[in-house]
């Protein structure tokens, strides 16, 4: 059973940056593409950013150049960078393959005020 242990969330203001890591059990290759979603209060789960085994990224529209989703296979870590927040940016923050799997970490919150 594969794990995911995401951290690196906290309260900032907007215009902050945060930098988000997800831990992943065994060999991130295993999967053909890794992504960062994030649930907004009161709103769905949704895919912010995503890079496949050949190191391609996507992203939503949203966060489009302000986010950017990175890996570390020696580390088995994915990251996410994210600068220049908004406030509609808060919402806990997981990682998951894409498409996702039942695998879901605890999740970390971040909160952008304003």
């Known amino acids: 059973q594969v794990q995911l242990v995401e951290s690196g969330g906290g309260m900032v203001q907007a215009g902050g940056s945060l930098r988000l890591s997800c831990a992943v059990s065994?060999?991130?290759?295993?999967?053909?593409?890794l992504g960062w979603y994030r649930q907004a209060p009161g709103k769905q789960r949704e895919l912010i950013a995503a890079i496949t085994q050949g190191g391609s990224t996507n992203y939503l529209e949203s966060v489009k150049g302000r986010f950017t989703i990175s890996r570390d296979s020696a580390k088995n870590t994915v990251y996410l960078q994210m600068i220049s927040l908004k406030p509609e940016d808060t919402g806990v923050y997981y990682c998951?393959?894409?498409?996702?799997?039942?695998?879901w970490g605890q999740g970390t919150q971040v909160t952008v005020s304003s």
């Open positions: 998951n393959a894409v498409p996702y799997t039942a695998a």
């Open positions: 065994g060999s991130i290759f295993r999967f053909n593409a």
